[in-house]
């Protein structure tokens, strides 16, 4: 079957293409029964204008962005992404928007893509993940204009409008907890440098652990794979002065590490205890199940969400603090057995 075009609408409401192009867009141009007439025959006949033509008239292109700037191998096996799109998603289809959701291999390739998207006019406004200590995305999207709001934070995010959590406070809690249980020697297993919240999360480890005396601690920096996690595990379960709590900044590593103590004969929890951040089904499907800090992903994308489309509405915005993720202890963690 063909696809509909202007000229089809045209002819059927007895129209020229310019009445019909004046109706599409909101222009003035035609009386308000010739418009709602026009508007009825295009939806009958499944005609849309296409991207081309609503960027040269001006109109909005109900969209809106999230490049993320992360391998795809890992974004296809970490659940927190899928869970955080699945909330962006529920909230824009509610409201008749699409998510253009593209991943790119570098921080210059994702401003590359947010200057054509702003160009080409393909989305109204932009989610921005991963956020830098030094980022050099928010004074280009500052520039283009370009409605955004920042997943994470706060901080560093210049006039951007920030949708984050308290990872020093989840962090802190976690750490007290095995403490609590006896643990005197805990490692982490931490997320990509150079990414704010993996910065947040490091101080407050040493802040924490400086705090309760304990000089044993170390962190580890991975990719949030389960390779790199795994590998990670090897060495510090290798050491002479073992760790017997290891806290992992995503479920997959924290998974991954469980079956290296496992392969290397130590029991869980009572020769280690692991806490994986973020819970996930995945958590709770492995033996023992994790230990884990939880929180409402999906509510926290649609938070986000919400927010980019009333920035994209003109609206006046400020930071948002979502829900701090908290402990949920389950068979992961327990008293260390201590000789």
Same mark, same amino acid.
């Given at each position: 079957?063909k696809?509909?075009?202007?000229a089809d609408?045209?002819?059927?409401a007895g129209v020229s293409k ?7 867009n ?8 010739t418009?709602?007439r026009i508007?009825?025959i ?6 849309n204008?296409?991207?081309?033509a609503?960027a040269?008239?001006g109109?909005?292109a109900n969209?809106?962005g999230?490049? /993320?700037?992360r391998?795809?191998r890992?974004l296809g096996?970490?659940p927190?992404?899928m869970e955080l799109?699945?909330g962006v998603?529920?909230e824009?289809?509610a409201?008749?928007y ?5 991943v790119?291999e570098?921080p ?15 989305v109204d406004g932009?989610?921005?993940c ?8 928010? !004074?280009?999207?500052e520039?283009?204009?370009?409605p ?7 901080? %560093?995010?210049?006039?951007?409008a920030?949708v984050?959590s308290?990872d020093?406070a989840?962090?802190?809690?976690a750490?007290?907890y095995?403490v609590?249980l ?5 490692? =982490?297993?931490?997320? /990509?440098?150079?990414?704010? %919240?993996?910065?947040?999360r490091?101080e407050?480890f040493?802040?924490v ?5 304990l ?7 991975s ?5 790199e996690g ?8 290798s050491?002479?002065?073992r760790?017997t709590?290891?806290v992992?900044?995503?479920d997959?590593?924290a998974?991954?590490?469980l ?5 290397m004969g130590?029991?869980?929890p009572a ?14 499907l492995?033996?023992?199940? /994790? ?5 409402d992903? !999906?509510a926290?994308g649609? %938070?986000?969400?919400? =927010? /980019?489309?009333?920035?994209v509405?003109g ?8 829900e701090t993720? %908290?402990?949920?202890?389950r ?5 260390p057995?201590?000789?």
């Amino acid at each position: 079957m063909k696809r509909p075009t202007i000229a089809d609408v045209a002819r059927r409401a007895g129209v020229s293409k310019g009445a019909v192009s004046y109706a599409l867009n909101g222009q003035p141009g035609v009386s308000d029964a010739t418009r709602q007439r026009i508007l009825a025959i295009a939806r009958e006949i499944g005609f849309n204008p296409n991207s081309a033509a609503r960027a040269l008239s001006g109109a909005t292109a109900n969209a809106v962005g999230l490049a /993320l700037c992360r391998p795809a191998r890992i974004l296809g096996i970490e659940p927190f992404f899928m869970e955080l799109i699945s909330g962006v998603e529920a909230e824009l289809s509610a409201r008749s928007y699409a998510l253009t959701l593209q991943v790119v291999e570098s921080p210059d390739a994702e401003i590359a893509v947010y200057r054509r998207w702003w160009g080409e006019r393909r989305v109204d406004g932009v989610l921005v993940c991963d956020l830098r200590t030094d980022d050099r995305r928010v !004074p280009v999207l500052e520039e283009l204009h370009l409605p955004a709001v920042v997943i994470g934070g706060p901080g %560093h995010g210049g006039g951007l409008a920030h949708v984050w959590s308290d990872d020093a406070a989840a962090l802190t809690e976690a750490i007290e907890y095995l403490v609590a249980l006896g643990h005197r020697r805990i490692a =982490r297993v931490g997320g /990509l440098p150079g990414l704010l %919240h993996t910065e947040i999360r490091t101080e407050a480890f040493r802040t924490v652990c400086g705090r309760l005396g304990l000089d044993r601690t170390a962190t580890v920096s991975s990719d949030y794979s389960g390779e790199e996690g795994a590998r990670a595990t090897r060495r510090l379960l290798s050491s002479a002065d073992r760790p017997t709590a290891v806290v992992y900044d995503n479920d997959v590593m924290a998974i991954a590490g469980l079956a290296v103590a496992q392969e290397m004969g130590l029991a869980v929890p009572a020769d280690v205890s692991i806490v994986a951040w973020d819970d996930s089904p995945l958590c709770r499907l492995v033996h023992p199940a /994790l230990t884990a800090l939880s929180r409402d992903i !999906p509510a926290y994308g649609a %938070h986000a969400a919400n =927010r /980019l489309l009333a920035a994209v509405a003109g609206n006046p915005l400020g930071d948002f603090q979502d829900e701090t993720a %908290h402990l949920i202890p389950r068979g992961s963690t327990a008293p260390p057995h201590l000789p």
